[in-house]
């Protein structure tokens, strides 16, 4: 949606220009995947925990109709106005309404991945109400004008000196300065004083409680509290799967979701909107766009589980070294490359390809979605659909050919293997796709079958 | 038909046949004086200030000492008036809380094992106070230590709140480089007062 460039392995290329910094990104997200483990392998029932989760969500997609009425009906009762959006579009035109309304041009926001999704932002500034966001990171990309890169970390691919050189030019920070204490700082002070000029904040959220009618939102910087307890009017959009049917459940998610998130035990703040202020209007905006039908696929569905915590993207050896930009979705990685495509099959058709199917992210997902098995999905809905890369549908038909014959079989892997030795640069080129980052390895003298009849017979 | 019904009616049609939901079993199998050394460990990795206090006069005696030369200190806690401007209700608008150098809360229990202080609207008056602050301090009963999640669910099955808050230390974020910083939007730092 953001991006000009609407191929995965494309925009990697342009990723993988800059090694060293390629090499920073992946060192950076694999020390975040690290102290996962260590938060973790903390607690003897995380096994457990993960199970539970998965059962909770299976339940909650099971009963989403009963629990989405139920939620409604309880947040209604603690004073909070409902609306309900089929799509983006709708979305935004509630969330502008509601700012017309009140007569509002500018607005807060704390990270919420829906909005990105939908592109609020762009709408709002298209009809003349300024939106800043909140989040640090999210507030040094949208001074970047670039999209976040990672939903829990979204200027992951920035380097201190590009925010430092932003700061300069947008908030009068001294040139060349790069501290990040520094640069924090300051953004605290420009935001404080946005928070309170602001009348109206928008919020994400994590949890909804069908049960109690309250939703929770997760931070460390306290920016949602911030900007929402300041203002006249709260606005809390979520997608329709983020409900959970009891209180009591809040105890499983929110043990796992920061420590698979950034190995912290918990976000510093976990806030519970139940009731708003005397002088204020809390909504809720239930956002389908997609979802619904989405809930139907039984091979798919699973993903609409996911929590937003990023364990699978900060493990992901491709998402690590591509960057979440090569994704050009609000959703990157593992996780968006299996959820993207219910959106939009032919947009997305690349993403269920830019993985190696090596099942780490599987491993770490905190409500056990089996992505891995996902991806490999989608590649064979995609190549049914005629959507497949065109390079491997010629390869696997020629493969298919040989493979077929047993004597031009030998005789290819014969070839191949004079080729790799007194030829290299035949394949060691820009043509073959293996030869980019890497060197081919050495070729074997003989071939398994060869082998095999001298040493067995 | 508006958005709504057509909605529900697409999540009524797709949706899978029913998944039942599981019983949550964690066994706790420590001791309250395990717990309690536990929140003092993970208090200090979350760079909280912990004093274990007898009673208020002891956290007057280390207040007057530390932190009460700030210049504007608020407190919600009526045995702490005579130390710090004692807020009891709302009574003008919530941004008048701009300057706030120190507020001092109380908190309904804590979890050990993230150190995370359960508060609600009717312990600290106006919602924003915790996080507008520059620095705060929690005061918690050491009897009101849980040490995981499910326990502290328990305690809030059935109480009654508007708005309610896990805080877990200050303020940070860690989004320039990973560098952690203290101080991102709200508290700069924070003190827990061990009661008890």
């Excluded at chain 1, 020390?31 to 973790?40: C, L, Q, V």
């Amino acid at each position: 949606m953001h991006s000009t460039i609407t191929n995965h392995a494309d925009a990697a290329i342009d990723f993988n220009l800059d090694e060293p910094r390629v090499d920073w990104h992946d060192k950076t997200l694999w020390f975040i995947r690290e102290k996962r483990d260590m938060a973790s392998h903390n607690i003897p029932e995380w096994e457990e925990l993960r199970e539970y989760a998965s059962q909770i969500k299976n339940n909650v997609l099971s009963n989403l109709s009963q629990y989405l009425q139920e939620f409604e009906e309880k947040a209604k009762a603690n004073g909070i106005i409902v609306h309900w959006a089929a799509d983006a579009e709708e979305h935004n035109k509630i969330v502008h309404s509601i700012l017309q309304k009140h007569n509002i041009d500018r607005m807060v926001k704390s990270k919420s991945m829906l909005t990105e999704e939908c592109g609020l932002n762009e709408y709002l500034e298209a009809n003349g109400v300024e939106v800043i966001d909140t989040d640090l990171g999210e507030r040094i990309v949208q001074l970047a004008k670039e999209p976040p890169s990672h939903i829990v970390l979204p200027c992951i691919h920035k380097k201190k000196e590009e925010i430092g050189e932003l700061f300069h030019q947008y908030l009068g920070t001294e040139k060349g300065a790069s501290d990040p204490k520094y640069l924090t700082a300051a953004a605290r002070e420009h935001l404080r004083e946005t928070f309170l000029t602001r009348r109206a904040a928008l919020t994400g959220v994590n949890f909804a409680i069908a049960e109690t009618g309250e939703f929770v939102v997760s931070t460390n910087e306290g920016n949602a509290d911030m900007g929402a307890h300041l203002a006249d009017v709260h606005i809390a959009c979520m997608g329709i799967e983020k409900v959970l049917p009891k209180q009591h459940h809040l105890g499983v998610f929110l043990r796992l979701l920061a420590r698979s998130a950034t190995g912290q035990p918990i976000t510093t703040y976990s806030s519970h909107f139940k009731v708003p202020q005397p002088h204020q209007e809390m909504h809720i905006v239930f956002v389908d766009n997609g979802r619904s039908v989405h809930l139907g696929k039984d091979d798919f569905r699973n993903s609409l589980k996911c929590i937003r915590c990023a364990a699978c993207m900060n493990t992901c050896p491709v998402y690590r070294r591509s960057g979440g930009h090569s994704y050009h979705n609000a959703v990157a990685g593992p996780i968006g490359s299996i959820l993207t495509p219910n959106f939009d099959m032919r947009a997305n058709k690349d993403l269920p390809f830019a993985s190696t199917l090596c099942g780490s992210c599987s491993n770490v997902c905190p409500v056990k979605i089996d992505i891995h098995d996902q991806l490999y999905k989608w590649r064979q809905v995609l190549m049914k659909e005629g959507l497949g890369p065109t390079t491997k549908n010629a390869s696997m038909k020629m493969m298919g050919w040989v493979l077929s014959k047993p004597a031009l079989y030998d005789i290819s892997g014969k070839a191949a293997r004079l080729v790799l030795k007194y030829t290299p640069f035949v394949v060691s080129n820009k043509l073959n796709p293996w030869y980019k980052q890497r060197e081919m390895p050495a070729p074997p003298k003989e071939s398994f079958k060869e082998w095999y009849k001298k040493n067995r017979s | 038909m508006s958005s709504r019904e057509n909605i529900l009616k697409e999540v009524l049609k797709n949706q899978p046949p029913d998944r039942a939901l599981p019983v949550i079993d964690v066994a706790v199998t420590t001791t309250h004086a395990e717990w309690i050394e536990a929140l003092k460990v993970r208090l200090d990795i979350l760079h909280v200030t912990v004093h274990e206090v007898a009673d208020y006069s002891a956290i007057k005696t280390i207040l007057q000492q530390e932190a009460i030369p700030q210049e504007r200190t608020v407190t919600t806690i009526e045995a702490l008036s005579d130390v710090s401007t004692y807020i009891d209700s709302v009574k003008e608008d919530a941004h008048s809380l701009e300057d706030v150098d120190l507020a001092i809360i109380p908190a309904h229990f804590g979890v050990a094992e993230n150190g995370a202080m359960w508060v609600t609207d009717s312990l600290i008056q106006y919602r924003v106070l915790p996080f507008i602050t520059q620095q705060l301090a929690v005061v918690v009963s050491k009897n009101n230590i849980v040490y995981n999640m499910h326990q502290a669910y328990e305690k809030i099955a059935g109480t009654n709140y508007d708005f309610g808050v896990f805080i877990a230390g200050p303020s940070k974020t860690a989004d320039i480089e990973q560098s952690l910083v203290l101080g991102a939007h709200g508290p700069k730092g924070m003190t827990l007062f061990l009661l008890g």
